[in-house]
Nanobody, 125 residues
Framework: QVQLVESGGGLVQTGGSLRLSCTTS????????IGWFRQAPGEAREFVGG????????DYTTSVKGRFTISRDNAKNTVYLQMNSLKPEDTAVYYC??????????????????WGQGTQVTVSS
């Protein structure tokens, strides 16, 4: 069982930065691709970006390219989502999820077997 825990959310002004972390208290994350998703109130859950198990490949949704960066430190069993130049439309609950395979943003959501509880990110204008 993989129990994911996100942290690092909070309130930030437009143009600010936050770094989210995703870690696990159970099995190692090193064999899993990790995806970051977000869901704003009244909106569908959206794929933000993800990283392969090796860390060599990342993919992002268009709206965050050039602003968000995903990285992982398998030695620390942690995946990071660095968010820069934040905008009010980035406000959402952010979730990390683990999948046993990786195909970038084309990986079906159903392939993500394990999900965290989410962390709130609020960007004020």
């Amino acid at each position: 069982q993989v129990q994911l825990v996100e942290s690092g959310g909070g309130l930030v002004q437009t143009g600010g930065s936050l770094r989210l972390s995703c870690t696990t208290s159970g099995r190692t994350l090193s064999g899993y691709a990790i995806g970051w998703f977000r869901q704003a109130p009244g909106e569908a859950r959206e794929f933000v970006g993800g990283i392969s198990a090796s860390g060599r490949t990342t993919d992002y949704t268009t709206s965050v390219k050039g602003r968000f960066t995903i990285s992982r430190d398998n030695a620390k069993n942690t995946v990071y989502l660095q968010m820069n130049s934040l905008k009010p439309e980035d406000t959402a609950v952010y979730y990390c999820a683990a999948a046993p395979t990786w195909s970038g943003n084309t990986l079906p959501t159903r392939m993500y077997n394990y999900w965290g509880q989410g962390t709130q990110v609020t960007v004020s204008s």
